[in-house]
């Protein structure tokens, strides 16, 4: 098993940053892939952007390209998602997951975390 803690939401205005923290423990190795997704009120969860173990690469969703960084500490056993230049619409609580592979595909993932707030004001 492993298990995931996020930590770093909050309340912050337009165009504000904030940086996500997500701690890794458990059977890491299983950990080779790292995802952050988000879920808004009403609507379903969607994908922000996802690691690989070595950080060498990384994907992100349209709406956040740019403006968003995920990048990793395998010695912490610790994902974060950068966010600079915030939207109202970033609002949303976000998830931290896991999963073996492979980096590209936004689905599969078998560890989630239970959520940050993230809220944004206008």
């Known amino acids: 098993q492993v298990q995931l803690v996020e930590s770093g939401g909050g309340l912050v205005q337009a165009g504000g940053s904030l940086r996500l923290s997500c701690a890794a423990s458990g059977r890491t190795f299983s950990m080779n892939v790292m995802g952050w997704f988000r879920q808004a009120p009403g609507k379903e969860r969607e994908f922000v952007a996802t690691?690989?173990?070595?950080?060498?690469?990384?994907y992100y969703a349209d709406s956040v390209k740019g403006r968003f960084t995920i990048s990793r500490d395998n010695a912490k056993n610790t994902v974060y998602l950068q966010m600079n230049s915030l939207k109202p619409e970033d609002t949303a609580i976000y998830y931290c997951?896991?999963?073996?592979?492979?980096?590209?595909?936004?689905?599969?993932?078998?560890?989630w975390g239970q959520g940050t707030q993230v809220t944004v004001s206008s």
């Open positions: 997951a896991a999963k073996g592979g492979p980096v590209y595909s936004t689905t599969g993932y078998d560890y």
């Open positions: 690691i690989n173990w070595s950080g060498g690469r990384t």
